[in-house]
């Protein structure tokens, strides 16, 4: 009864016989090398050593940002490392869990893993269609045996012995004058299914890469969004991923409530819910469906998840010619710059007037005056907001045909008529009020404040997938750790005076801390039946 | 309202703080008083079983193999120390105060009282007491009550002292059921770890004592032998690592509602998954060849002092999306 005969483990493995394999070793052809090399890759202490050097490798990503979480914090750590940033780069370290070196152990580990799963599942899968194997010559020998003596018929005794074991899920055989039996298959299965899961979690994540896609949009209060590669400010996809996979469904921001703490002294301003009310449009129905959307709850649309990632406020902002004629109206997102939602924003007016127009406009939602005098604002909600513009004149640089943000205004070939650092204070505006822009330009005209959310939208048909795996890993780890495989003998003795001396034991097959426990149960509950009349061991 | 329960709360944990300190007190003293009495290290039960089967499976190969792990028989216990009860008691009544603190804190915000650094630690420190208390009832584990107070004493320091925040209302991103259940579980993950480091730094301070009587400290005779300690540190990781498998797949669907996406590598992401790893390798460490022993125990509290480094730093100071920590 070898071990290595009926368990397919790796050499090293700790219940492996010692001498596996002969010292020395034999001279190796070009095969014998690639078996050894395959032998050293499946070995237990080969996948220790990778799964260490795992969690090694993984530590970079979390010292330096990474491009995938943190793409800002790279463009900052370019700026403040400016002689570090290219080794680091060089390096992948801004792209440390799709570097190479990351790659190359995590996939090592992976074939290493299947080396050493896929005997052990041909393996056990004759095992588990085997018999139990024959009864040792000594049980008293094993790590947990008792001894009762017991009266009554030796075969009825056996049968008895037998119904007990099934009764405990043992698969039973009779060699003789004993039974040999056999129970826990599951905590293989459970370790081979743990294994196999994580293969199939690896791979779900690569088909699912190249099938998925996200995008994000900055949507106003009142506009649409229609799912299309064109609707997105920005967008990622798979490889595998063609333009006519988005489904065009539209999505129309009705309003974005947000709820801030007022009551707690110590929390006050703090956002305390966000909702987007939403309508959507599916294009196969003609109805439209309201929907909301928080922060915890996306919306699903036909396989997308629809989320909730931010917000901000875009004030209206109308622009007249000298004639009153409109050069320019519309919401301008603005961004937040701080906890109470000071936000800074640009609005261009390229046409209408005599010569185009920047502005650099901040907003305080519910305005305060610092001890400087500067604007600031008190708290996030519109209580009382204000809009301050500084005015620039001049060419915007959007003819050159290079893209560029709406976001930021280069005021490099521009001149500034009003605002900070001229003689013209700048425009400041409560909603409904008007104001006359210098030099006779015209006027602007602070309409209101909407919100605007920042939605994203997923779509990744793997991960259903990742999580029926991950179900799985769980599954397989519960039974490979804590399903007991034991096996379990008992023997029948016919003493001389007649009476019956029974031996049970039983074998632990990996870690089984209940092993003694069950054997003297079995046996208490064996003997305990009939009429004990001797002692125990 | 809430501020008085809250200070309430506060001056609960600080009386839990003190009463286990005491408790503290009393297990180190029963630990060197009993060490004082032990000229010779008495070998346990079970490791007797596995140096005789080491001995023979040497001499003997071919023979039939009965490799399992030998079981774990507790020691017969030596008289009680009066020292020993009190710190046993005072454990339990600390942990009692410890709770009141726990659940005013979480009615002081009408929330479960694990939301932030604060309340994490309070929470993670009770049931690590929860779970050492627990294990006693089942095993005699006394001799880890210094360790175990010790570190909970030290770590209700550090967290009234610098994790400190008031009660405030729950921010969106944390309004989800699974506030409740990913760092419920984190929690006792966390708490099983603990447990099982300060039994492998036990076995690593018995394992100087077997191999050179005059070298490292000396330690009572009631402590088990290296290999039950090991066998006991074992079945204690595993079901921490069980809870930190569940911990990191429910943390990534509820990443995957909150954030958008299951998996991203923030920082808290990378090192769930590296303390994931490293308990991976600690459990294979255990079947293969070579490895048992110190190694693995070494592993167990590299382990944990990634769970530490996890909580105590990158919290902290790394930037990410866990930032929750309310500082």
């Known amino acids: 009864m070898s071990r290595s005969s009926d368990l397919a483990r790796p050499t090293d493995h700790i219940e492996q016989e010692d001498g596996a394999e002969p010292v020395g070793g034999p001279r190796l052809g070009p095969i014998g090398w690639v078996r050894f090399a395959w032998r050293q890759l499946t070995s237990m202490r080969t996948a220790l050593f990778l799964l260490l050097l795992l969690a090694i490798a993984a530590v970079p990503g979390s010292l330096v940002p990474q491009r995938s979480s943190d793409p800002n914090g790279v463009v900052q750590y370019r700026a403040d490392h400016p002689d570090l940033y290219p080794i680091v780069d060089a390096l992948q370290g801004f792209d440390v869990y799709t570097s190479v070196w990351f790659s190359s152990i995590y996939l090592l580990l992976f074939v290493s893993l299947i080396g050493c799963v896929l005997p052990r599942t041909r393996q056990h899968w004759q095992a588990m269609r085997s018999r139990p194997p024959r009864t040792p010559a000594r049980l008293s020998r094993l790590d947990a045996a008792e001894e009762r003596v017991v009266t009554g018929d030796a075969d009825d005794a056996l049968g008895r012995a037998e119904a007990l074991l099934r009764k405990r899920r043992y698969r039973t055989e009779r060699y003789g004058a004993s039974i040999s039996a056999e129970r826990g298959y599951l905590r293989e299965t459970g370790n081979l299914v743990f294994h196999g899961s994580l293969v199939g979690i690896l791979v779900a994540v690569a088909v699912g890469g190249s099938l998925g896609y996200s995008g994000q949009k900055i949507v106003v209060e009142g506009e649409p969004f229609v799912n299309y590669v064109g609707g997105y400010d920005s967008f990622n996809r798979g490889r595998l991923v063609p333009d006519t996979a988005l489904d065009p469904y539209r999505i129309r921001l009705d309003r974005l409530d947000i709820v801030y703490e007022r009551e707690n002294e110590n929390a006050v301003g703090q956002p305390i819910d966000y909702t987007a009310h939403v309508t959507v449009q599916q294009p196969d129905s003609g109805s439209a469906a309201d929907a909301d959307i928080k922060v915890n709850e996306p919306l699903q649309i036909d396989g997308t998840d629809v989320y909730l990632l931010g917000n901000g406020y875009a004030p209206r902002i109308t622009v007249r010619d000298a004639d009153g004629d409109v050069a320019f109206s519309?919401?301008?997102?603005?961004?937040?710059?701080?906890?109470?939602?000071?936000?800074?924003?640009?609005?261009?007016?390229?046409?209408?007037?005599?010569?185009?127009?920047?502005?650099?406009?901040?907003?305080?939602?519910?305005?305060?005056?610092?001890?400087?005098?500067?604007?600031?604002?008190?708290?996030?909600?519109?209580?009382?907001?204000?809009?301050?513009?500084?005015?620039?004149?001049?060419?915007?640089?959007?003819?050159?045909?290079?893209?560029?943000?709406?976001?930021?205004?280069?005021?490099?070939?521009?001149?500034?008529?009003?605002?900070?650092?001229?003689?013209?204070?700048?425009?400041?505006?409560?909603?409904?009020?008007?104001?006359?822009?210098?030099?006779?330009?015209?006027?602007?005209?602070?309409?209101?404040?909407?919100?605007?959310?920042?939605?994203?939208?997923?779509?990744?048909?793997?991960?259903?997938?990742?999580?029926?795996?991950?179900?799985?890993?769980?599954?397989?780890?519960?039974?490979?750790?804590?399903?007991?495989?034991?096996?379990?003998?008992?023997?029948?003795?016919?003493?001389?005076d007649g009476r019956l001396r029974v031996e049970y034991a039983g074998l632990a097959r990996g870690d089984d801390p209940g092993l003694a426990a069950a054997v003297r149960e079995l046996a208490d509950e064996h003997s305990g039946s009939e009429r004990t009349v001797g002692g125990t061991t | 309202m809430t501020q008085t329960l809250d200070e309430f709360s506060a001056l609960l944990l600080y009386l839990a703080m003190g009463v286990y300190a005491i408790s503290f007190i009393a297990f180190t003293l029963d630990l060197a008083r009993r060490s004082a009495g032990a000229a010779v290290v008495a070998e346990s039960a079970a490791d007797r079983v596995a140096r005789a089967r080491g001995a023979a499976r040497g001499s003997a190969a071919g023979s039939v193999a009965t490799l399992d792990p030998p079981r774990a028989d507790a020691p017969a216990r030596p008289r009680e120390s009066l020292t020993l009860r009190v710190g046993v008691t005072l454990a339990i009544l600390g942990w009692?105060?410890?709770?009141?603190?726990?659940?005013?804190?979480?009615?002081?915000?009408?929330?479960?009282?694990?939301?932030?650094?604060?309340?994490?630690?309070?929470?993670?420190?009770?049931?690590?007491?929860?779970?050492?208390?627990?294990?006693?009832?089942?095993?005699?584990?006394?001799?880890?009550?210094?360790?175990?107070?010790?570190?909970?004493?030290?770590?209700?320091?550090?967290?009234?002292?610098?994790?400190?925040?008031?009660?405030?209302?729950?921010?969106?991103?944390?309004?989800?059921?699974?506030?409740?259940?990913?760092?419920?579980?984190?929690?006792?993950?966390?708490?099983?770890?603990?447990?099982?480091?300060?039994?492998?730094?036990?076995?690593?301070?018995?394992?100087?004592?077997?191999?050179?009587?005059?070298?490292?400290?000396?330690?009572?005779?009631?402590?088990?032998?290296?290999?039950?300690?090991?066998?006991?540190?074992?079945?204690?990781?595993?079901?921490?690592?069980?809870?930190?498998?569940?911990?990191?797949?429910?943390?990534?669907?509820?990443?995957?509602?909150?954030?958008?996406?299951?998996?991203?590598?923030?920082?808290?992401?990378?090192?769930?998954?590296?303390?994931?790893?490293?308990?991976?390798?600690?459990?294979?460490?255990?079947?293969?060849?070579?490895?048992?022993?110190?190694?693995?125990?070494?592993?167990?509290?590299?382990?944990?002092?990634?769970?530490?480094?996890?909580?105590?730093?990158?919290?902290?100071?790394?930037?990410?999306?866990?930032?929750?920590?309310?500082?």
């Open chain 1, 330 to 496: 519309g919401a301008v997102p603005f961004l937040p710059q701080d906890q109470q939602m000071t936000s800074v924003g640009v609005a261009k007016i390229p046409d209408g007037l005599p010569e185009q127009l920047g502005m650099i406009g901040f907003l305080y939602p519910t305005v305060g005056q610092l001890e400087s005098g500067a604007l600031a604002s008190g708290f996030p909600d519109l209580l009382d907001p204000v809009l301050s513009l500084n005015v620039y004149r001049g060419d915007l640089g959007l003819d050159t045909g290079v893209p560029v943000s709406v976001y930021t205004l280069d005021t490099d070939d521009l001149t500034q008529i009003a605002g900070r650092g001229t003689d013209v204070p700048a425009v400041e505006l409560r909603p409904g009020e008007t104001q006359q822009l210098p030099d006779g330009l015209g006027s602007v005209t602070f309409d209101g404040v909407s919100r605007f959310a920042s939605l994203e939208i997923h779509h990744d048909p793997s991960q259903g997938w990742v999580l029926a795996f991950s179900i799985l890993v769980l599954a397989g780890l519960l039974a490979s750790l804590f399903v007991p495989r034991r096996r379990m003998w008992v023997r029948v003795h016919e003493e001389q």
């Open chain 2, 96 to 327: 009692v105060l410890h709770l009141g603190a726990t659940v005013l804190r979480g009615v002081a915000g009408a929330r479960v009282p694990w939301a932030n650094m604060y309340e994490f630690s309070m929470t993670g420190t009770l049931i690590i007491m929860g779970v050492f208390l627990l294990l006693l009832a089942r095993r005699d584990l006394r001799f880890l009550g210094a360790i175990i107070t010790g570190m909970v004493v030290l770590m209700l320091g550090v967290t009234t002292v610098g994790f400190r925040v008031d009660v405030v209302p729950l921010p969106p991103a944390l309004q989800s059921y699974w506030l409740v259940i990913h760092v419920l579980v984190a929690i006792l993950a966390t708490a099983f770890f603990t447990v099982g480091a300060a039994l492998s730094i036990v076995q690593l301070v018995r394992a100087r004592r077997e191999n050179g009587p005059e070298s490292g400290l000396r330690l009572p005779v009631a402590i088990p032998g290296t290999v039950t300690l090991e066998n006991w540190a074992y079945r204690v990781n595993i079901v921490g690592f069980i809870f930190w498998t569940f911990t990191l797949i429910a943390g990534a669907i509820w990443a995957e509602h909150a954030w958008g996406r299951y998996w991203g590598w923030d920082t808290k992401e990378v090192w769930t998954f590296i303390i994931w790893v490293i308990y991976a390798g600690y459990i294979h460490a255990r079947a293969t060849r070579g490895w048992r022993g110190s190694r693995s125990a070494w592993l167990a509290i590299v382990g944990y002092s990634a769970v530490l480094f996890n909580f105590g730093i990158v919290n902290v100071f790394f930037k990410g999306l866990h930032a929750y920590s309310g500082l």
